[in-house]
């Protein structure tokens, strides 16, 4: 089993940045790609970002490229989600996800087995 738990969340202006961490259990930590997603009040959870094992590869939703960039330190067997240029609509709870998948880069909830409890993201307009 893999235990998550991220931090690092809170309250930020328009245009203000976070950086948001998930602490990872395990000693096989890099054979994991990782991800977050959000959900919003009342709205369901979403893709924002994945990272290869490696951290050879990224990937990001459409609504955050550009904005938000997703890193690794195996060492440390953390994971980060750097949120810039915040607009209010990036509110949401923000989760991070472990999957074992390979093959293609994991976008759906589906595709990963092990979740954070999520840290909370608000943005004031």
């Known amino acids: 089993q893999v235990q998550l738990v991220e931090s690092g969340g809170g309250l930020v202006q328009a245009g203000g940045s976070l950086r948001l961490s998930c602490a990872a259990s395990?000693?096989?930590?890099?054979?994991?790609?990782m991800g977050w997603f959000r959900q919003a009040p009342g709205k369901e959870r979403v893709f924002v970002a994945a990272i290869s094992g490696s951290g050879g590869w990224t990937y990001f939703a459409d609504s955050v490229k550009g904005r938000f960039t997703i890193s690794r330190d195996n060492a440390k067997n953390t994971v980060y989600l750097q949120l810039n240029s915040l607009k209010p609509e990036d509110t949401a709870v923000y989760y991070c996800a472990a999957t074992r998948l390979l093959f293609r880069v994991a976008t759906q909830g589906s595709d990963y087995d092990y979740w954070g409890q999520g840290t909370q993201v608000t943005v004031s307009s």
């Open positions: 395990g000693r096989t930590f890099s054979n994991y790609a």
